[in-house]
């Protein structure tokens, strides 16, 4: 079974943007957001893209998330908004079978 392997979790090097493309596919789109509400998350995503989109998910942890989401604002709404969507393409890796746990889910509530 491919994926069903220590070795091939670890030669396998899915990153964060490949977890946000998957996102963006397929969860997106089941949503059923409003413009505006589509709009704003993905200002977040591409925040995430940004400073996270390059890490690999084996490499992704909560203290990586939690000084990736302290780093991005100040703002505690902000904060907590970078922490849900973070979630949720952290979710989207986590049935495609790329990381065993949400390291986002974690972190602490703002």
Not at 26 to 42: L, N, Q, V, Y
Not at 46 to 68: M, Q, S, T, W, Y
Not at 91 to 110: Q, S, Y
């Amino acid at each position: 079974m491919k994926g069903g392997d220590l070795v091939s979790k670890v030669l396998a090097r899915e990153t964060v943007a490949d977890a946000i493309r998957v996102f963006r596919q397929d969860e997106m789109p089941s949503r059923k957001w409003s413009r505006a509400t589509a709009e704003g998350h993905e200002i977040t995503l591409r925040r995430i893209e940004a400073g996270l989109g390059a890490v690999a998910l084996g490499d992704l942890n909560v203290k990586a998330c939690a000084e990736f989401i302290r780093a991005e604002t100040e703002s505690v709404r902000s904060r907590q908004n970078i922490r849900m969507v973070l979630g949720w393409v952290l979710a989207c890796a986590l049935e495609e079978g790329w990381i065993d746990h949400n390291p986002a889910e974690a972190t602490r509530k703002f």
